[in-house]
């Protein structure tokens, strides 16, 4: 904990591996004389049980002395890619949250299984050398918005069988979300697999240090795309100036990072496209594909060429603007 920041609030969902951070967490803080950490727990009404298992957290909590805040998910539910909704809805909820306890980090139980199967879900999607490095223990809130905010992870190197051990000796029971074992979810679908893959010798262990590996190319690879993004790109209050000369003269990889990077920076997204999408746009953009013409559209963004009045690299620079922007009708 001693680079972690504090104070903090623990996510909590009622399962083992939150549970579990809750119980060292209040331990940790008891024991340095640290404030206690805010439990947040997230009712996103999926279920008809999902009210009586946050007031469940909640009685869990007080036995520790702690205090719970229950954060309810308003409005319509999707009837698609339903991960993904609950996902943003509750760190938002969380987020704000935070910010109405002036608190700067938000604690969560991601452990090394997580590590593991992120890893293959990404694999799976094609997911390039960023995807694919693993989840770090500390990194900046997952949402655009908050960038003041610091997600936690301090269960990384923690076996889910071990958190499980634990709590049985604490005498802690904790519940299970039924969702997590149904077909239909991808992340559901990877977790089967996982016993069958430990039996090859791809154990979770194996799978998460294959993810460090890649985390530690990567954070060499970020001091080089900033070297690259230094060269090919200027910045307007209304778009990015690109130059695809000095962009495509880069190591691919790089280039690819680079590209990633700018369309993060205009669209205010989170995360970065798909690989295979941002692939082909690359190859447009630099000249090793079909021409890029008039433009093309990618992850909210439109890049395509310069108004003369712009082309700070001269003839063939581009210019990277929202995608909104265009549509709405504003110049630029």
């Not at 279920?47 to 308003?74: D, F, M």
């Not at 960038?147 to 069988?161: I, N």
């Not at 990077?261 to 090793?288: M, Q």
Request: hydrophobic share 45%.
């Amino acid at each position: 904990m001693a680079d972690m920041p504090w104070p903090g609030a623990v996510a909590v969902s009622g399962g083992g591996d939150s549970l579990a951070l809750m119980h060292l967490l209040a331990d940790w803080a008891r024991g340095a004389r640290a404030p206690k950490p805010l439990v947040l727990c997230v009712d996103h009404g999926l279920r008809a049980t999902s009210k009586k298992e946050a007031a469940q957290v909640a009685r869990w909590a007080k036995a520790l002395g702690l205090t719970c805040e229950i954060l309810t998910v308003k409005g319509p539910r999707p009837t698609s890619d339903i991960e993904a909704w609950a996902r943003e809805a509750r760190y938002r909820l969380m987020a704000q949250a935070l910010g109405r306890h002036k608190l700067s980090a938000l604690y969560v139980g991601h452990h090394q299984d997580d590590q593991a199967e992120t890893f293959l879900l990404r694999l799976a999607r094609g997911s390039g050398l960023d995807g694919l490095s693993a989840m770090r223990s500390l990194s900046v809130f997952p949402l655009p918005g908050f960038e003041e905010l610091a997600l936690a992870r301090p269960l990384l190197d923690v076996p889910r069988e071990d958190l499980r051990h634990y709590l049985k000796s604490r005498g802690q029971e904790w519940l299970e979300d039924p969702m997590n074992a149904q077909a239909r979810f991808a992340r559901s679908r990877i977790r089967a697999l996982l016993p069958a893959l430990a039996e090859a010798g791809l154990t979770a262990q194996r799978i998460a240090d294959a993810a460090a590996h890649l985390a530690r190319a990567r954070e060499a690879l970020d001091l080089a795309t900033a070297a690259v993004l230094a060269r090919c790109c200027r910045r307007h209050e209304k778009f990015l100036a690109l130059d695809p000369a000095a962009l495509g003269a880069a190591p691919r990889e790089i280039g690819l990072r680079a590209l990633a990077a700018l369309l993060k920076i205009v669209s205010g997204e989170a995360y970065r496209p798909r690989f295979d999408a941002l692939e082909r746009l690359y190859d447009r953009v630099c000249g090793f594909g079909p021409p890029l013409g008039g433009g093309a559209t990618l992850h909210g963004c439109r890049i395509g060429p310069a108004p003369a009045r712009h082309r700070l690299f001269g003839p063939d620079t581009l210019v990277i603007t929202r995608e909104s922007s265009i549509r709405g009708g504003k110049k630029t």
